[in-house]
C-alpha cells in the first residue's frame, strides 16, 4: 500500500509529517511523493493565513484526482479551525485536528474498511496532553528540527494560531532525551528546539524549563549544536544568557518575532513588549555574544498602521541591525480580533511598505555579513552545490566554500573571503 504527503505551514508542521511518515512505515505503507499515485493521501494542512487554508483545499482536491479510489486525510491547523468546511470538500474522507495525528494510520484504514467519512475533530480549548508523535529515523541530514512544544497562550491580536493549535503543552524531558540520542546515533550534529512557543517550555509541567532542555540535549555525545527555531523576547533574562553562553554548544541565533517597531502597534496587537524593552533585550544578547545573529518576523500593513508608525518600523530595524528580516503583509484571518479592527490598510500600501521594508532588510543584513569578512567562522556543511559544500554558522550566516572532500555532515573552520548576494564564500583551513 502507498502513502503520500503534502505539508504546509511551519517547522512543527514538517515534524509531524515525519512521524505520520513513519507510523506508515512501521504498518508496511511506502511512502510516495504526492503526484504519484497513491492509496492514501495526507495533507498536513496550515491555517496561518486565508491564503493556507485555500492551499490546503486546492491540494485535498487535487489528492482526490490524483486517484479517486484514495483515502484522502486532512489533518492539522485548517481542520482543526473548521472542520465543518473541511468535512464539505469534495473527496476527502478523514478530518483530524491538531490533537489524535498519533491515530492517522487506524482511522485511515477504518474509513476504507467502513466506507465512510471520519471527523474526530474535537475542542481544543482545554486540551492538556502533549501528543505522543516522535521520530526515530530521519533520512540523511546533519540538522534536526525536534519537537518540545505545542500550543500557544499568547493571544496576539493577529493570530489564528492559539485557537488552532490549543493551550501550551511540554514534552516531557525524558521522551525529548530518548530522541536526542536516536538523532546522535543517526550523526545528527545540530538539534533545533521548535514549538509554538518554545519560551512557554515548562510553564505546564514542574521544576523544568528551556534552560533545562538545552543543558541535558547538550550533554549527549555527538550533538554539537543547539539552535533554537525561535524565542519569544521577553523570555530572554541576564540568567538566561549567563547559562547559554557557558553552554559551548548553544548557537548564537536568535529568531526574535518584533512584529512591529512602532509601539503603538505593538499595542493594536497585544505584543508583549515595546521597541525599549526588545531594544534592551537585544543588547543584552549582544553583551553577551557579540556576533550572534538576530533574526526577525516583521507584520507591515496592520490595521490602522500610518505612514509615521511603519516610518518608525523602518528606523527601528537599520537601529537594530538584524541579521535577516522577514517581511509579511497583514491578511486579516477570521475568529482573530485584529480582523474586526476599523482602518484595515489598503492592500498597494501593504504592497509599498513591504518592498520598501524588504529594501532596507537586504541592506541591514548585508552590512551585518559584510562584517564577517576576514574572520574565521566553524561551518556545519550540509548539502554540496556545483563544486562547492555549502552550510551555516552558528549565528546562522549560510557559506559555501570549494573542496574536493566530502565534508557533508562536518563541522569545519572556514576563512571567509567575500560575499555573493546572501551567501558568505569562504575559503577551507586545514583541519
Ligand atoms: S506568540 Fe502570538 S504570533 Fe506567536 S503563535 Fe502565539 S499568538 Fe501567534
Redesign the pocket.
Known sequence: MKVAFFTLGCKVNQYETEAMEEMFKKRGYEVVSFEDEADIYIINTCTVTNLGDRKSRQFIRRAKKLNEDSIVAAVGCYSQIAPEEVEQIEGVDVIIGTTDKDRIVDLCEEAREKNKKINVVKNIKYHKEFDKLSIDTIESRTRAYMKIQDG?N???S??I??YA?GPIRSRRLEDILVEAEKLAKASFKEIVLTG??VASYGKDLKNVDLLDIIEEVSRIEGIERIRLSSI?PTFIDERFMEKVTDNKKFCDHFHL?L?SGSNGVLQRMN?KYTTEEYRNIVHMIRRYMPEAGITTDIIVGFPGETEEEFQETCNFVKDIGFSRIHVFKYSPRKGTPASKLENQVHGSIKNERSDRLIRIGNQVANRFMEGFIGKKMEVLFEEEKEGYFEGYTTNYLRVKAKTDEDVHGKILPVKIVTKEDDILIGQMQDF
Open positions: 500557544c499568547q493571544f496576539c493577529y493570530c494560531i492559539p493549535r509554538i512557543h519569544e518575532s512584529q505584543r
